[in-house]
């Protein structure tokens, strides 16, 4: 049986470890978590997703503070669209976030920065476009377009001196959407550099409805790949949600991916951001303690742990400091069904909101524990030590059993 270090991911001329880990924000999938996937020859990502509340907390600006003392007077206004980012500062923030990560890149591999559309932030296209150009600014090796189609990502970008030096890359759920994405690029004449294919068993934010059972993502992978030989597209296809083991990996590289996109198992890595005593409740979950629900304001479905404190949380929407939700109107779900409790329950001192959950807020915490499909198998990858606690995993250690494991084997630590 193949394993994983027998294939290598290419572009142009340059041969990688295949395997990336996946952008899980808000800062859970660290500098420190991208580093090592760099170091180890493979691909990893960080996540521009709060920007700011990430800059603040690792290098001490004040940008959520200050953000929130020009707007505080707007705070019991259920109208937002005053609430506007600071372009300039957004642009530094990501600079600062980027290009400390880049600066401290070691070894042959790279480091990807993951882009979501649905941050529209009151202005969708001039908040993206910052984040894009400062993100190549700042030395990016490449950037990976996520939570959206991104009809109109490249032309935003097409200007910059780095357009068609950067790699760029498109994570879709189905075949129609990289076909949409792909006629509404051609203008720009630059195909993405790959093709991230996330099927249903994916963490976080999902591409498909709640009939998301109902789909496959191999059979979904096998689709794309057919699509583009017939259309004589050379694009590496790289599947993500699910791969859970190098023997799943190595599997969907005997079929022609060009890597895997990896993240639930390193989620409890001691570089990832999430905090220690989260990791623990990703370790303890078993199989029906996760859930896909609709509790997100970008509509798309979720899927994460059934005791995250997000779920049912009333808290009161924190706009004015965060935002990043925010349509072009200055609406967002969680907002409209905040004050729709409010008003049910006007003398509670602390509101239940069922459907909905302030996700700016929730993720900046960690309270909201985004999880794949498989993390109830977490538990089987480590040792239960004598007080209790499930031993923490080196992304190295991760990266390495992927790299050279076979027969759906997992290498315990030490």
């Known amino acids: ?29 660290t500098a420190d978590l991208a580093l090592e996937a760099a170091r180890l020859g493979g691909v990893g990502h960080i996540s521009d997703a709060m920007v700011k509340t990430v800059a603040d907390r690792r290098f001490k600006t ?37 290009g400390r990560t880049m600066e401290a890149k070691r070894g042959q591999g790279l480091i990807f920065v993951n882009c979501m559309e649905k941050l529209t932030m009151n202005a969708p296209k001039e908040t993206l476009k910052v984040r894009l150009t400062a993100a190549m600014d700042a030395g990016i090796d490449g950037i990976t377009l996520a939570a959206g189609l991104h009809l109109g990502s490249f032309a935003l970008i097409e200007d910059h001196p780095r357009f068609r030096d950067v790699k760029l890359g498109i994570i879709v759920s189905s075949l129609r959407a990289l076909q949409l994405f792909l006629r509404k690029s051609a203008r720009t004449q630059r ?13 976080g934010h999902l591409g498909f ?8 993502l191999a059979t979904i992978v096998a689709e794309i790949r057919d699509w583009l030989k017939v259309e004589q597209l050379d694009i590496p296809l790289i599947p993500a949600g ?67 404190p997000a779920i049912g949380s009333g808290i009161r929407p924190n706009c004015e400091a965060y935002g990043y939700l925010l349509d072009a109107k200055g609406s967002c779900a969680y907002i409209e069904a905040y004050n729709r409790e409010l008003a049910l329950h006007p003398a509670e001192k602390k509101l239940s909101v ?32 004598e007080n209790g606690q499930y031993r923490l ?22």
């Open 191 to 203: 195909l993405p550099d790959y093709v991230v294919v996330e099927g249903p068993l994916a963490g």
């Open 354 to 385: 069922l459907d909905k959950t302030c996700l700016c807020t929730h993720m900046r915490n960690f309270d909201c524990w985004t999880c794949g499909h498989f993390t109830y198998r977490l538990k089987d990858t480590t040792r239960l030590d």
């Open 1 to 29: 049986m193949k394993r994983v270090d027998d294939f290598r991911l290419r572009f142009g001329r340059q041969e990688y470890v295949p395997i990336m880990i996946g952008g899980m924000g808000v800062d859970i999938s």
């Open 242 to 308: 699910g791969i859970f083991t190098g023997s799943d990996a190595a599997a969907f590289l005997e079929a022609g991916a060009g890597a895997v996109q990896v993240a639930t198992r390193f989620t409890v890595s001691q570089e990832c951001g999430l905090p220690d005593a989260v990791k623990q409740q990703y370790f303890r979950a078993d199989e029906d303690d996760i859930e896909v629900n609709q509790i997100s304001p970008t509509g798309y479905p979720m899927r994460m742990l059934k005791n995250s």
């Open 62 to 98: 004040k940008y959520v503070k200050e953000k929130l003392q020009q707007y505080k007077y707007n705070v019991a206004n259920p109208d937002k669209s005053e609430v506007q980012f600071d372009l300039g500062h957004l642009a530094e923030a990501t600079h600062l976030h980027v």
């Open 209 to 216: 409805g709640m009939d998301w059972a109902q789909y496959d």
């Open 393 to 414: 995993l080196t992304a190295e250690h991760i990266f390495r059993d992927y790299q050279f494991s076979t027969d759906q084997k997992i290498a315990l630590p030490d």
